[in-house]
């Protein structure tokens, strides 16, 4: 990665940050003593992680803090959404250590702990600004995402609240309940809500892990589905058919349909 920052300061170019956090006092502060850095021009203060997803693709940012307690979705939550040659390195902000050591010590570039210090912060700096010229970015990028995917994390990680979907350049963020359906077809995962389908950056399996316990019910390898979402069910000669409320009709596989019937009572 070619820093993208702007001329200023005695090391020529400055690099561009985003902060990401959802206290007002927390971003303000950040951004104050990022401020006292001349290497690093902030570009963006993300009150969420939606946004500091919209923020990257609009800014292109060399590095992102990100506050890994974020309520609509977290800092680990848009680290693993970051993808291409343009990512950000990325740099974890928590209050929390037990998420701040082993889980990233491997693939995240570096982690502060609130309440930030100044002279943590520089060590932060210095290694945000070596790592940035030293043209390695992109595949930390890669090992971070792997590092976010690993079924030990995963099963760390709170139930989804919302669920994070692609939407041309922007990802949005659908409300539980109005996802009827969560699908692959041609390798993709895609969530369908209100007549649109959505491509989704989970597999179904880590959907099974990290989705409300209850709240969907796996009816074939290929689909999820919503158990509000269900009007009726029935079949005959062990054939089980759900009928969803938006007309759609799904068949469960044999091997899932006891498992299926189980739920719906």
């Known amino acids: 990665m070619s ?3 702007s001329e200023g300061g005695p090391g020529g170019t400055r690099l561009r940050a985003l902060i990401a956090d959802d206290e007002p006092r927390a971003r303000q502060f950040l951004e104050k003593l990022l401020s006292e850095h001349e290497t690093l021009e902030v570009v963006g203060s993300a009150r969420g992680g939606a946004e500091a997803l919209q923020m990257v693709a609009d800014l292109k940012p060399d590095v992102a803090f990100l506050d890994i307690h974020m309520p609509d979705l977290s800092g680990l939550e848009v680290a693993r959404h970051l993808r291409g040659a343009e ?8 209050a929390y250590d037990k998420y701040a050591v082993e889980a990233f010590e491997v693939a995240a570039l570096d982690y502060l702990l609130k309440p930030i210090k100044r002279e943590r912060l520089a060590d932060a700096v210095a290694r945000v600004v070596s790592e940035a010229r030293s043209g390695r970015p992109a595949a930390r990028a890669e090992a971070l995402r792997d590092a976010l995917d690993s079924p030990e994390l995963q099963s760390q990680l709170p139930p989804l609240r919302r669920l994070p979907v692609r939407h041309r350049r922007e990802v949005k963020l659908l ?8 699908f692959s077809r041609d ?3 895609l969530a369908r809500c209100e007549n649109h389908e959505y491509l989704v950056d989970y597999t179904l399996q880590e959907l099974e892990q990290r989705l ?10 290929a689909a999820l589905v919503n158990v509000d979402a269900i009007e009726s069910y029935g079949g005959e000669e062990g054939v089980l ?6 007309g759609t009709r799904v068949e469960a596989s044999e091997r899932r349909a006891a498992e299926v019937r189980r739920r719906l009572r």
């Open 212 to 221: 409300p316990e209850g709240q969907f019910v796996r009816v074939h390898r």
């Open 87 to 94: 990512a950000p390195i990325v740099v974890f902000v928590t």
């Open 175 to 182: 409300d539980l309940e109005q996802v009827p359906l969560i």
């Open 241 to 246: 058919v759900l009928k969803l409320k938006d």
């Open 187 to 189: 390798r993709l995962v």
């Open 3 to 5: 820093p993208r920052g």
